[in-house]
Nanobody, 116 residues
């Protein structure tokens, strides 16, 4: 079993920054992919960014140049540094972990609101 706990969400003004963290616990295999998804009201959940245990990253075009994903394998933790936030970034952000090809786990989500 795997548990994911997110932190770092909140209310920020446009142009501001936030850093999300997600700690994974339980049976974590060395090879895995961790990532962040988001879901805005009335919209489907979408990938924001992901990072493999080897350090390869992938991110949505809408956040390139503004968001950066990183991880600490020793702490089973993934981070999402979000800069130049826009109102369109408002959503619930979910941490995700994939391992063993078919195993996928989700955190409970953290709200990010970008508003003046």
């Amino acid at each position: 079993q795997v548990q994911l706990v997110e932190s770092g969400g909140g209310l920020v003004q446009p142009g501001g920054s936030l850093r999300l963290s997600c700690v994974a616990s339980g049976t974590i295999f060395r090879i895995n992919t961790m990532g962040w998804y988001r879901q805005a009201p009335g919209k489907q959940r979408e990938l924001v960014a992901s990072i493999t245990s080897g350090g390869s990253t992938n991110s949505a075009d809408s956040v390139k140049g503004r968001f950066a994903i990183s991880r600490d394998n020793g702490k089973n933790t993934v981070y999402l540094q979000m800069n130049s936030l826009k109102p369109d970034d408002t959503a619930v952000y979910f941490c995700n972990l994939k391992q063993l090809i078919t195993r996928e786990y989700w955190g409970q989500g953290t709200q990010v609101t970008v508003s003046s």
